[in-house]
């Protein structure tokens, strides 16, 4: 108990280096421990995770929409029917016939069709994004329809060249792990000082014997096995992940075995 009460006395030695050390502990010791969630996250604030996916249905012109509504929307997944594509589709194909000139010429019975947007859940999987368009198209297999590849908003392809996105989606959660690496290591050695000139007075003047070395372990020890219990608790127990913080702090942590010797900390 003395030297779990002396880790936090030297961390209070200097408040802001030592505030730093203890929450970047923690930060680290929740990405490792929680990895599984870290990487959960990312998938959260992904910009496809921040829209809502659709695809268009192409429809024959007699069909009965209001009945294709009542038969896809009970489908899970669907968000909203939007049934203002088929004037969209058909401004887009006016202009078109436009663009190509007077001597091109079609028919009504040609573009006598309708298409709807069928809106899907952000929360959804890819795989359960195929699997509610494939549905779509197998539930109306006794009508014509044409059916689009899951597509995203404009905004999407906007948001995936920023460089906040591009570089997360690049790193991953072992990205954020090996960022947060170097912020615990770089706030270690920030307190690096206080554990060494505290070890020096207690090891000089009370006969004590690796006293930076035990307050550090049972300070670190103490937030190692804390995450522990709480990954254990939500179910996201992973040794590897530990194994790999454990080497962590523990290789950093041997430094403090050297012979300690008097320096000013101010």
């Known amino acids: ?41 990312i998938e959260k604030v992904s910009p496809e995770k921040l829209v809502n ?39 887009r194909i006016m202009n078109l016939i436009k663009e190509l000139g007077p001597d091109y010429k079609i028919g009504e019975d040609q573009i006598n069709f309708k298409s709807v947007r069928i809106i899907l859940s952000s929360s959804l999987s890819q795989e359960s994004l195929e699997f509610v368009r494939d549905q779509v198209v197998k539930m109306s297999k006794d009508q014509k329809i044409t059916a689009t590849p899951i597509k ?7 948001l ?20 947060f690496s170097l912020l615990w290591i770089a706030s270690y050695w920030l307190c690096y000082d206080i554990f060494r000139s505290r070890a020096y007075l207690l090891e000089k003047f009370q006969r004590r014997k690796y006293v930076a070395a035990k307050s550090l372990a049972m300070g670190l020890g103490l937030v190692f096995i804390l995450f522990t219990i709480l990954s254990i608790l ?31 900390t101010v």
Not at 238 to 258: E, R
Request: charged share 20%; net charge neutral.
């Open 152 to 158: 995203y908003p404009e905004v999407t392809k906007v």
């Open 234 to 264: 939500n179910g996201v127990f992973k040794l590897f992940d530990l194994v790999i913080l454990f080497m962590i702090l523990s290789v950093f942590w041997t430094f403090s075995m050297q012979d300690w010797k008097w320096k000013n």
């Open 160 to 179: 995936n060249t920023h460089p906040f996105y591009y570089y997360l989606k690049k790193i991953g959660d072992w990205g954020i792990v090996g960022f």
């Open 1 to 41: 108990m003395f030297y779990l009460v002396e880790f936090f006395k030297s961390l209070s030695e200097l408040f802001i280096r030592g505030i730093l050390f203890f929450i970047f502990t923690c930060v680290l010791s929740f990405t490792l421990s929680h990895r599984s969630v870290i990487s959960k996250m």
């Open 53 to 91: 996916p659709y695809f268009v249905v192409v429809l024959d012109g007699n069909t009965d929409v209001q009945k294709f509504q009542e038969l896809i929307q009970v489908l899970p997944g669907v968000l909203k029917i939007d049934e203002k594509e088929s004037e969209a589709s058909k401004q």
